[in-house]
């Protein structure tokens, strides 16, 4: 049974700083690219960061460039994502997924698991 475990988020004032962690299990982590979405009340899910198997890219919508910093750890088949310079619109659910392609995917579509989700909220 895969799984794909988020923690780490959280409150934090704007300028702040949190460090996402996704732990998986139950797939061969080394062979999935890795990816994190995030979904605020009312809008859709996006795109945040998309790291290939190899730890390459990683990619960065356009809005979190600069701050989040995505990176992985084949040995420990866990994935984070490491935000600064967080500001109130950064709030939102934030999820990570794996695809089996091994590619960085900016669409929800070519992700086959998901994790549950973790909470961050940003006070401004």
């Known amino acids: 049974q895969v799984q794909l475990v988020e923690s780490g988020g959280g409150l934090v004032q704007a300028g702040g700083s949190l460090r996402l962690s996704c732990a998986a299990s139950?797939?061969?982590?080394?062979?999935?690219?890795m990816g994190w979405f995030r979904q605020a009340p009312g809008k859709e899910r996006s795109f945040v960061a998309s790291i290939r198997w190899s730890g390459g890219g990683p990619y960065y919508a356009d809005s979190v460039k600069g701050r989040f910093t995505a990176s992985r750890d084949n040995g420990k088949n866990t994935a984070y994502l490491q935000m600064s310079l967080l500001k109130p619109e950064d709030t939102a659910i934030y999820y990570c997924a794996a695809s089996a392609t091994g590619r960085a995917a900016w669409s929800t579509d070519e992700y086959d698991y998901w994790g549950q989700g973790t909470q961050v909220t940003v006070s401004s």
């Open positions: 139950g797939l061969p982590f080394s062979s999935y690219s």
